[in-house]
T-cell receptor, first 114, second 115 residues
Framework: AQSVTQLGSHVSVSEGALVLLRCNYS??????LFWYVQYPNKGLQLLLK??????LVKGINGFEAEFKKSETSFHLTKPSAHMSDAAEYFC????????????FGTGTKLQVIP | SQTIHQWPATLVQPVGSPLSLECTVE??????LYWYRQAAGRGLQLLFY??????ISSEVPQNLSASRPQDRQFILSSKKLLLSDSGFYLC??????????????FGQGTRLTVV
């Protein structure tokens, strides 16, 4: 079985401040991990993914995440928040090979304060 | 390239009425298909998962059902809607063959309001 836990359903940061969204995973086999962003009334868009290559993964819109096996974590960061980053963010896990289900966390809503 | 279509975008239905939401994928074959629901403040809940035609896994007991009559078509249905069925429904697909690109790709969602 696999799962992800996102700590904090709501996070508020000031514009220009560091963004840190936390995700911890549980998987019995090496995982593939993802971060998605969702804007109101829209589908989810992939921000970045980890598929067992480099542990520091860079994505779109200046976001990055680091896979830490010892901590079973895959936290999402951005050095400087922009107003347009306000959205809901989802961490997800799956594993290599076909017929593998993608499991999502419960999401974190990011508020950016001007 | 692959695309996913989901419709309708919004839907208002009375309690007790039937439901049919449709999702189709283009540009790939034998995808894994998913139906998710987002209820207010409750995150993304996996409802159904399918690895092939006629193969449906239900993740949670509920008033809904899913069918996959064709390889790239996934339908979410209900015979009688409940108020609690209101929410934002998302269809998604992922590859079951590509060992690297295993992320899920989402449709634009259907906002269902049961009144």
């Amino acid at each position: 079985a696999q799962s992800v836990t996102q700590l904090g359903s709501h996070v508020s940061v000031s514009e220009g401040a560091l963004v840190l969204l936390r995700c911890n995973y549980s998987s019995s086999v090496p995982p593939y991990l993802f971060w998605y962003v969702q804007y109101p009334n829209k589908g989810l868009q992939l921000l970045l993914k980890y598929t067992s290559a480099a542990t520091l993964v860079k994505g779109i819109n200046g976001f990055e995440a680091e896979f830490k096996k010892s901590e079973t974590s895959f936290h999402l960061t951005k050095p400087s928040a922009h107003m347009s980053d306000a959205a809901e963010y989802f961490c997800a896990v799956t594993r290599s090979g076909g017929y593998q289900k993608v499991t999502f966390g419960t999401g974190t809503k990011l508020q950016v304060i001007p | 390239s692959q695309t996913i279509h989901q419709w309708p975008a919004t839907l208002v239905q009375p309690v007790g009425s039937p439901l049919s939401l449709e999702c189709t994928v283009e540009g790939t074959s034998n995808p894994n298909l998913y139906w998710y629901r987002q209820a207010a403040g409750r995150g993304l809940q996996l409802l159904f998962y399918s690895v092939g035609i006629g193969q449906i896994s239900s993740e949670v007991p509920q008033n809904l059902s899913a069918s996959r009559p064709q390889d790239r078509q996934f339908i979410l249905s209900s015979k009688k809607l409940l108020l609690s069925d209101s929410g934002f429904y998302l269809c998604a697909w992922s590859s079951n063959r590509d060992r690297v690109n295993t992320e899920a790709f989402f449709g634009q969602g259907t906002r269902l309001t049961v009144v």
